[in-house]
């Protein structure tokens, strides 16, 4: 399914309004216009949760009506990544079936990101050796198909497991492995979330010199990607 498909023709069809309910504030006194405004900034957060329901709301239905093949469980895919950080419930629900359909019908692809998904989902409700053991499973079907980027992604799963149990060393170890490997196929994104976890790792074991230079070389490459977010949130 192409998500950007009903996302695109929403997005046509708001920016035409929004232009219209422009034009109406303009031919409001001045003193009107900040009303104006704050309505339509009002309005532009109702569409953009509606336009996420939408999607949402489309993904379940075509998981419906899906018979039980790989297409399932893209789809499923989806939807676990919708759920993922908005109900967790709802997310390991659909994570379980997909790895079942996945095991099923031996769709390697679909294992690869399902056992991700629940491991995943297993650190963020710290069920810790739950998560180590899917993030495993994962990497193992990633080394068979050689998905190199599933595992640069999985490897830094394993990575922030470690990291938050305190076992700084492994995680240092296995964030080195991957830095390697994002530096080997050219991956900017995480050559710096590797220098990222390397400051965090530096700084908790007191090396805060290594930390800082770590921190830098992140921010670097994170300004050169255009992610003001991600540097904000270090």
Request: a positive charge; one cysteine or more; charged letters at 20%.
């Amino acid at each position: 399914m192409d998500k950007g498909f009903f996302g695109h023709r929403i997005l046509i069809s708001t920016k035409g309004y929004y232009r219209y309910l422009g034009f109406i504030i303009n031919l409001l006194p001045m003193r009107y216009h900040k009303i104006g405004l704050t309505a339509i900034l009002a309005l532009f957060h109702l569409s953009v949760i509606s336009q996420k329901e939408r999607n949402i709301d489309s993904l379940l239905t075509v998981y419906r009506n899906s018979p039980n093949d790989s297409t399932k469980v893209k789809t499923s895919l989806e939807i676990v990544s919708h759920y993922m950080y908005k109900n967790i419930d709802s997310a390991k629900f659909y994570a379980e079936k997909e790895l079942v359909l996945a095991n099923d019908i031996d769709y390697l692809f679909g294992q690869m990101r399902a056992n991700h998904q629940m491991g995943i989902i297993s650190y963020h409700t710290s069920v810790y050796d739950s998560a180590v053991y899917y993030s495993n499973n994962s990497l193992d079907i990633a080394k068979i198909l050689n998905h190199k980027k599933q595992q640069i992604r999985v490897g830094h799963s394993l990575a922030v497991v470690d990291f938050h149990q305190g076992n700084y060393e492994s995680a240092s170890q296995t964030n080195d492995k991957i830095l390697a490997l994002s530096e080997q196929m050219g991956d900017s994104l995480m050559i710096a979330v590797c220098h990222d976890m390397k400051a965090d790792i530096g700084d908790r074991r007191g090396f805060y010199l290594l930390a800082q230079k770590n921190a830098l070389k992140a921010v670097r490459i994170f300004e050169e990607l255009n992610l003001p977010i991600r540097k904000a949130d270090m």
